[in-house]
């Protein structure tokens, strides 16, 4: 059973940043696409970003594309979200998520989550 945990949320200004960051255990981590999905009050969850198992392939949201970064680092079983530019709406808990396979990156593939992490972004 895996298990993931966040941490790196808080309260920004727009326009400014924040790290997201995911620590998994569980299984061997380097085996699995990760993920990073957010859900807003009131909204469905939604995707933002993933990178498959060894970090040569990502997929963005195209609302976050150019201003958002996802990366991993393997031998420490860590997954980030470098999140700049930060917008208003980008306000929402975001949720670490591992993925069932080694190269997919379709929504449908991500079926573990993390607790999640609050991001708010202040006007």
């Known amino acids: 059973q895996v298990q993931l945990v966040e941490s790196g949320g808080g309260l920004v200004q727009a326009g400014g940043s924040l790290r997201l960051s995911c620590v998994s255990s569980?299984?061997?981590?380097?085996?699995?696409?990760m993920g990073w999905f957010r859900q807003a009050p009131g909204k469905e969850r939604e995707f933002v970003a993933a990178?498959?198992?060894?970090?040569?392939?990502?997929r963005y949201a195209d609302s976050v594309k150019g201003r958002f970064s996802i990366s991993r680092d393997n031998d420490k079983n860590t997954v980030a979200l470098q999140m700049n530019s930060l917008r208003v709406e980008a306000t929402a808990v975001y949720y670490c998520a591992g993925g069932d396979h080694q190269y997919s990156l379709e929504d449908a593939d991500f079926n573990s989550w993390g607790q999640g992490t609050q991001v708010t972004v202040s006007s």
């Open positions: 569980g299984r061997a981590f380097s085996g699995y696409a």
């Open positions: 990178i498959i198992w060894s970090g040569t392939r990502t």
